[in-house]
């Protein structure tokens, strides 16, 4: 190597320039790998108003009285595709509707509280909540609704996974863990001319296992306006 | 300025020290050259490594699309997901397009530049043998590739598929399916990204193999050396340069070139096409075989307007198939057979039926001459695949385009080889390139007239057209020859210059290599500013970082210029 007798510092020189270039190209390229592997998010801007759709028709109260409600399992999905929310309404006979209250509800993980809707409908009775439990995921039928039996036997939503219990004729409050949240509350309109259910917005907390209620998921198709009522057994 | 005295500097330097010898880059086994090879006209011998360079980038931006292919809705999902929403998805999935391309191109390049000079002879028939397979999966490859994203070219290059294996008998519906997959649209798509996929690696595994045996055998010595006799055995001479740092730095110089071109070509075809889809669907602002982005989807109304174009790479073949000298319903195989098949076969046993020890193109004329024609049909194929597609083709329409050259070529061929065998080819250097100068004219002219006659023959088949696209065709590819023998001439008779000693002065190296650092940093810091979302702006982020890249290896070359005097 007969180059050391060449000015070294114009060596060191040109090598920083090869460096600085090179590592301005590796940053661009750094830049785009990164950004390009993050994939963007999939959901919608802002909460859709959906109608309830009942088999293939607006849904009417008449559809839902407590005994079907407390019988099956009455799902429909909000806001996105595989985002289930219970339909419930609230009795503590099982045969006749008792109003639901606005409360707020408060949130054990925080301490802090949430102003919950109340019910909705000719009997201010019908009430929806997410239908993912909020400690660790478990999806219907695993967590389902317990229609009340008398007053000694209130109603309540279980989860059968680790026993997370929450109170439906409360604003979904936790009964007992080990869940430390709520059911986030799914807001519903009742439209007392044409006697149909929408479904508008959700409070509470975020949907278990999402960074918000309106990403992380398939949105329904575009244009659609409704969304299906389905039911499952409670054996099923 | 005696900066070494300075601690900073001193410390430095201890640590490339350490690194070079962590990385045992002083003693890698790898062949060292003479100089000539990493001079001016050097990337004649470096296409192999160009070809590697390219393969490089398409595993790393091949696996970067593999995270959101889809092959459940894969037109939706590429054009409507990675195109309009993934960030620098449309960058990554025009210059994956675009670096197979390079690649299939530099492998012909590659490919007919080893088989003139004879570098199939022993030592490297295996060698030979691997590289030639290597083309015919990397063409599968690319097959795969384009048929990947569902737009109304895949479909109807995986229908032309379908139909040449189905046609394959009593193999023919287990090979479709084996292919395409049961007839669903989830299978088929399946079936197209695993054997993109595998048959990658399987490149990956031969070129393994390639470059071993590359290495192994070492490079073709010049012919002053050789004396155009094989074997052709390069002994490493103690005047050629170590690898460290000598062709390190020039193969950094190379792959970021390289790198760079792959992501600028693509990005100036995204800001031509301005958006996802083509503007018009009957005047598209790129031919839809050149489209950087996939066509319309096969159920869109426009998708009328498009060819049934196969990728311009098996176009050849595409046109064979219209040829009406197959007949009956295996014609599609006979011809995919004829003009694919029986030429990769022919490539692949060349090392085993030219036994003899020439080396020189002219000693061994029907060699030469059917490689010049493989080049020729190739592109006239080619062409007329493009220009009338799907258009049938009666017989004597086919006799009249490929008797032509064949006579030409061969004939010429072997009125060369005796010229050549009487020692005639003692040409001046003043005289052979004027010649060459005179058939480059002539080449430009003849290539220009053989297109006009060949649009003619296309729009309004006459006699006349005909004769004259076959005239021109004939002249074009004997001008076309003379080009080539005359540079030839010319370059063994030019008188070799001793090289300067300083390429470039040090101080000069200094101020233009101030200017492109300084440039580089402000394209990346204008660049980093773009939106990484959208055709446009993506297409001026990748001008600006393959420009960063380019800028790079001219720094590269400016540091080999002053220091190591190439």
Same mark, same amino acid.
């Given at each position: 190597?007969?180059?050391?007798?060449?000015?070294?510092?114009?060596?060191?020189?040109?090598?920083?320039?090869?460096?600085?270039?090179?590592?301005?190209?590796?940053?661009?390229?750094?830049?785009?790998?990164?950004?390009?592997?993050?994939?963007?998010?999939?959901?919608?801007?802002?909460?859709?108003?959906?109608?309830?759709?009942?088999?293939?028709?607006?849904?009417?109260?008449?559809?839902?009285?407590?005994?079907?409600?407390?019988?099956?399992?009455?799902?429909?999905?909000?806001?996105?595709?595989?985002?289930?929310?219970?339909?419930?309404?609230?009795?503590?006979?099982?045969?006749?509707?008792?109003?639901?209250?606005?409360?707020?509800?408060?949130?054990?993980?925080?301490?802090?509280?949430?102003?919950?809707?109340?019910?909705?409908?000719?009997?201010?009775?019908?009430?929806?909540?997410?239908?993912?439990?909020?400690?660790?995921?478990?999806?219907?039928?695993?967590?389902?609704?317990?229609?009340?039996?008398?007053?000694?036997?209130?109603?309540?939503?279980?989860?059968?996974?680790?026993?997370?219990?929450?109170?439906?004729?409360?604003?979904?409050?936790?009964?007992?863990?080990?869940?430390?949240?709520?059911?986030?509350?799914?807001?519903?309109?009742?439209?007392?001319?044409?006697?149909?259910?929408?479904?508008?917005?959700?409070?509470?907390?975020?949907?278990?296992?999402?960074?918000?209620?309106?990403?992380?998921?398939?949105?329904?198709?575009?244009?659609?306006?409704?969304?299906?009522?389905?039911?499952?057994?409670?054996?099923? | 300025?005696?900066?070494?005295?300075?601690?900073?500097?001193?410390?430095?330097?201890?640590?490339?020290?350490?690194?070079?010898?962590?990385?045992?880059?002083?003693?890698?086994?790898?062949?060292?050259?003479?100089?000539?090879?990493?001079?001016?006209?050097?990337?004649?011998?470096?296409?192999?490594?160009?070809?590697?360079?390219?393969?490089?980038?398409?595993?790393?931006?091949?696996?970067?699309?593999?995270?959101?292919?889809?092959?459940?809705?894969?037109?939706?999902?590429?054009?409507?997901?990675?195109?309009?929403?993934?960030?620098?998805?449309?960058?990554?999935?025009?210059?994956?397009?675009?670096?197979?391309?390079?690649?299939?191109?530099?492998?012909?390049?590659?490919?007919?530049?080893?088989?003139?000079?004879?570098?199939?002879?022993?030592?490297?028939?295996?060698?030979?043998?691997?590289?030639?397979?290597?083309?015919?999966?990397?063409?599968?490859?690319?097959?795969?590739?384009?048929?990947?994203?569902?737009?109304?070219?895949?479909?109807?290059?995986?229908?032309?598929?379908?139909?040449?294996?189905?046609?394959?008998?009593?193999?023919?519906?287990?090979?479709?399916?084996?292919?395409?997959?049961?007839?669903?649209?989830?299978?088929?798509?399946?079936?197209?990204?695993?054997?993109?996929?595998?048959?990658?690696?399987?490149?990956?595994?031969?070129?393994?193999?390639?470059?071993?045996?590359?290495?192994?055998?070492?490079?073709?010595?010049?012919?002053?050396?050789?004396?155009?006799?094989?074997?052709?055995?390069?002994?490493?001479?103690?005047?050629?340069?170590?690898?460290?740092?000598?062709?390190?730095?020039?193969?950094?110089?190379?792959?970021?070139?390289?790198?760079?071109?792959?992501? #600028?070509?693509?990005? &100036?075809? !995204?800001? +031509?096409?301005?958006?996802?889809?083509?503007? @018009?669907?009957?005047? $598209?602002?790129? %031919?839809?075989?050149?489209?950087?982005?996939?066509?319309?989807?096969?159920?869109?109304?426009?998708?009328?307007?498009?060819?049934?174009?196969?990728?311009?790479?098996?176009?050849?073949?595409?046109?064979?198939?219209?040829?009406?000298?197959?007949?009956?319903?295996?014609?599609?195989?006979?011809?995919?057979?004829?003009?694919?098949?029986?030429?990769?076969?022919?490539?692949?046993?060349?090392?085993?039926?030219?036994?003899?020890?020439?080396?020189?193109?002219?000693?061994?004329?029907?060699?030469?001459?059917?490689? #010049?024609?493989?080049? &020729?049909? !190739?592109? +006239?194929?080619?062409?007329?695949?493009?220009? @009338?597609?799907?258009? $049938?083709?009666? %017989?004597?329409?086919?006799?009249?385009?490929?008797?032509?050259?064949?006579?030409?070529?061969?004939?010429?061929?072997?009125?060369?080889?005796?010229?050549?065998?009487?020692?005639?080819?003692?040409?001046?250097?003043?005289?052979?390139?004027?010649?060459?100068?005179?058939?480059?004219?002539?080449?430009?002219?003849?290539?220009?007239?053989?297109?006009?006659?060949?649009?003619?023959?296309?729009?309004?088949?006459?006699?006349?057209?005909?004769?004259?696209?076959?005239?021109?065709?004939?002249?074009?590819?004997?001008?076309?020859?003379?080009?080539?023998?005359?540079?030839?001439?010319?370059?063994?008779?030019?008188?070799?210059?001793?090289?300067?000693?300083?390429?470039?002065?040090?101080?000069?190296?200094?101020?233009?290599?101030?200017?492109?650092?300084?440039?580089?940093?402000?394209?990346?810091?204008?660049?980093?500013?773009?939106?990484?979302?959208?055709?446009?702006?993506?297409?001026?982020?990748?001008?600006?970082?393959?420009?960063?890249?380019?800028?790079?290896?001219?720094?590269?070359?400016?540091?080999?210029?002053?220091?190591?005097?190439?």
């Amino acid at each position: 190597m007969g180059e050391e007798s060449i000015d070294s510092g114009k060596r060191n020189f040109l090598k920083a320039m090869v460096v600085i270039s090179a590592g301005a190209a590796v940053a661009g390229v750094l830049k785009g790998v990164v950004q390009n592997i993050i994939p963007p998010s999939s959901g919608l801007s802002s909460f859709p108003e959906l109608t309830l759709f009942f088999n293939g028709n607006p849904l009417k109260y008449s559809d839902i009285p407590p005994s079907f409600t407390g019988g099956n399992i009455v799902l429909f999905d909000y806001p996105l595709q595989s985002d289930p929310n219970f339909l419930l309404n609230i009795s503590n006979d099982n045969k006749t509707p008792a109003p639901v209250e606005p409360m707020s509800v408060f949130i054990p993980a925080t301490g802090g509280t949430y102003e919950s809707p109340g019910g909705v409908g000719p009997d201010n009775s019908v009430v929806a909540f997410s239908a993912i439990c909020q400690h660790l995921g478990c999806v219907p039928p695993i967590i389902h609704y317990y229609a009340a039996g008398s007053a000694a036997f209130p109603t309540y939503i279980h989860c059968n996974c680790h026993g997370s219990t929450y109170d439906p004729s409360r604003g979904a409050k936790v009964i007992t863990g080990p869940t430390t949240h709520p059911l986030p509350a799914t807001i519903l309109k009742y439209d007392a001319v044409t006697g149909t259910f929408k479904v508008v917005s959700m409070t509470g907390p975020t949907i278990y296992g999402k960074i918000s209620d309106l990403t992380g998921g398939t949105p329904l198709p575009e244009g659609q306006t409704y969304t299906d009522v389905t039911t499952e057994s409670i054996q099923g | 300025m005696d900066i070494e005295k300075y601690k900073f500097w001193k410390k430095r330097q201890d640590v490339v020290e350490e690194v070079v010898d962590t990385l045992k880059l002083n003693e890698l086994p790898l062949k060292t050259v003479p100089d000539y090879m990493r001079r001016k006209r050097g990337i004649w011998y470096w296409t192999g490594a160009l070809i590697t360079i390219a393969f490089v980038y398409q595993v790393i931006s091949g696996l970067l699309l593999l995270i959101y292919y889809t092959p459940s809705d894969p037109y939706y999902n590429t054009v409507n997901v990675i195109i309009d929403t993934v960030p620098f998805g449309a960058l990554f999935l025009a210059s994956h397009l675009y670096g197979a391309y390079a690649m299939i191109v530099l492998i012909y390049i590659h490919l007919f530049r080893n088989y003139f000079m004879g570098a199939y002879k022993k030592p490297r028939r295996l060698q030979w043998v691997t590289g030639v397979l290597l083309l015919a999966i990397t063409i599968g490859v690319g097959f795969f590739g384009y048929s990947m994203t569902g737009d109304v070219l895949s479909s109807d290059a995986t229908d032309v598929g379908r139909g040449i294996a189905l046609s394959t008998p009593i193999l023919g519906a287990t090979l479709e399916s084996l292919v395409f997959g049961n007839g669903t649209s989830l299978s088929l798509f399946t079936h197209m990204l695993s054997l993109h996929i595998i048959f990658t690696a399987i490149i990956g595994l031969l070129f393994g193999l390639h470059f071993f045996l590359a290495e192994a055998n070492g490079m073709m010595p010049s012919n002053r050396k050789s004396k155009y006799t094989a074997p052709a055995v390069d002994k490493e001479d103690p005047s050629y340069k170590p690898w460290f740092p000598y062709n390190m730095a020039f193969m950094v110089q190379l792959a970021l070139y390289t790198f760079g071109i792959l992501i #600028i070509i693509p990005s &100036i075809l !995204m800001l +031509i096409n301005g958006s996802t889809v083509p503007a @018009s669907a009957t005047n $598209p602002p790129i %031919p839809p075989l050149f489209s950087p982005f996939p066509s319309f989807a096969p159920t869109s109304p426009f998708a009328g307007y498009v060819p049934a174009y196969p990728p311009w790479f098996l176009l050849f073949i595409y046109k064979a198939v219209d040829f009406q000298i197959f007949t009956g319903p295996m014609s599609p195989l006979i011809a995919s057979t004829v003009f694919g098949v029986v030429p990769l076969l022919y490539f692949l046993l060349i090392p085993f039926m030219d036994g003899s020890k020439d080396l020189h193109p002219l000693a061994r004329p029907m060699v030469t001459a059917f490689g #010049i024609l493989a080049v &020729i049909y !190739m592109v +006239i194929l080619s062409a007329w695949g493009a220009l @009338s597609p799907g258009i $049938p083709i009666p %017989p004597s329409e086919v006799y009249a385009v490929f008797i032509p050259p064949w006579v030409i070529v061969v004939g010429g061929m072997y009125f060369l080889n005796r010229m050549y065998k009487q020692n005639k080819f003692r040409v001046t250097s003043n005289k052979s390139i004027a010649s060459f100068l005179l058939f480059m004219f002539l080449l430009i002219f003849m290539v220009i007239e053989l297109a006009e006659n060949f649009s003619a023959f296309m729009n309004h088949t006459s006699a006349l057209n005909l004769v004259s696209t076959a005239l021109a065709g004939g002249a074009t590819s004997f001008v076309a020859f003379g080009t080539m023998k005359s540079a030839q001439v010319a370059e063994k008779y030019q008188p070799v210059k001793e090289p300067k000693q300083h390429v470039i002065s040090v101080n000069t190296a200094v101020i233009i290599s101030a200017i492109l650092g300084i440039f580089a940093v402000a394209v990346i810091a204008m660049i980093s500013t773009l939106n990484p979302v959208g055709v446009i702006s993506e297409g001026e982020f990748g001008l600006g970082l393959g420009g960063i890249l380019v800028i790079s290896g001219l720094i590269m070359r400016l540091y080999r210029a002053a220091f190591y005097h190439e």
